[in-house]
């Protein structure tokens, strides 16, 4: 069965410095990639998304991923963070019948200090 | 486009109780999806529906839970005999068959379950 790891529960960070959230996932075939930010009591956005091609890919917000096959990682990126990336952080892998059903990580709470 | 609607966005029931919530999607979207978040934790799947199909079921899902999609729109989630157990972040979220990866999900608020 398919799994994610998101090995830090919270990460705090100054506003301005440069952002990595580690990912990493478990499946036995092609894995279709995603990170997800939820912020308080709302739902759940997508950032990006990775299926093929280019292992680098550009989402919303000025974050960007690297997907490793030999790390089995999807680890996300952004160069300078602001005090509204707070949020809660979801790196999710595409499995289960027909590939619709997203598995989840536990989340990494992002704090960024002034 | 409202994107995608839950109501109520809380409830507070008593143990025993049962509970209904209702999902409406982005109205082209033809899949709509059950998740349960609970606390630090990510998003479980539930169910999900392919117009009126309920096309897979969660282990999760136990007995006491049925969902419903009668007319391929809106979805409900009916919790029967809630337990404390059942308190978590119900997630609704809707996508296109074929965009399903290319386009991913959009979620709902979703509605916060309180079992006291």
């Known amino acids: 069965a398919q799994s994610v790891t998101q090995p830090d529960i919270h990460i705090t960070v100054s506003e301005g410095a440069s952002l990595e959230l580690r990912c990493n996932y478990s499946?036995?075939?092609?894995?279709?990639l995603f990170w997800y930010v939820q912020s308080p009591g709302q739902g759940l956005q997508l950032l990006l998304k990775?299926?093929?091609?280019?292992?680098l890919v550009q989402g919303i917000k000025g974050f960007e991923a690297e997907f490793k096959r030999s790390q089995s990682s999807f680890n996300l990126r952004k160069p300078s963070v602001h005090w509204s990336d707070a949020a809660e952080y979801f790196c999710?892998?595409?499995?289960?019948?027909?590939?619709?059903?997203?598995?989840f990580g536990k989340g990494t709470m992002l704090l960024v200090s002034p | 486009d409202t994107g995608v609607s839950q109501d109520p966005r809380h409830k507070i029931t008593k143990r025993g109780q049962n509970v209904t919530f209702r999902c409406d999607p982005i109205?082209?979207?033809?899949?709509l999806y059950w998740y349960r978040q609970t606390l630090g934790q990510g998003p479980e799947f539930l169910t999900y529906?392919?117009?009126?199909?309920?096309?897979?079921k969660s282990r999760l899902l136990s007995d006491r839970f049925s969902a419903e999609r009668p007319k391929g729109s809106f979805s409900t989630l009916e919790i029967q005999r809630t337990e404390q157990g059942d308190s978590a972040m119900y997630l609704c979220?809707?996508?296109?068959?074929?965009?399903?990866?290319?386009?991913?999900?959009?979620f709902g608020s979703g509605t916060r379950l309180t079992v006291v």
């Open positions: 979220a809707s996508s296109l068959v074929a965009g399903v990866w290319n386009y991913g999900y959009t």
């Open positions: 499946y036995g075939a092609t894995p279709y």
């Open positions: 990775y299926f093929s091609g280019d292992t």
């Open positions: 999710a892998v595409g499995a289960g019948s027909g590939y619709s059903t997203l598995t």
């Open positions: 109205s082209e979207h033809n899949r």
């Open positions: 529906f392919q117009n009126e199909a309920q096309l897979e």
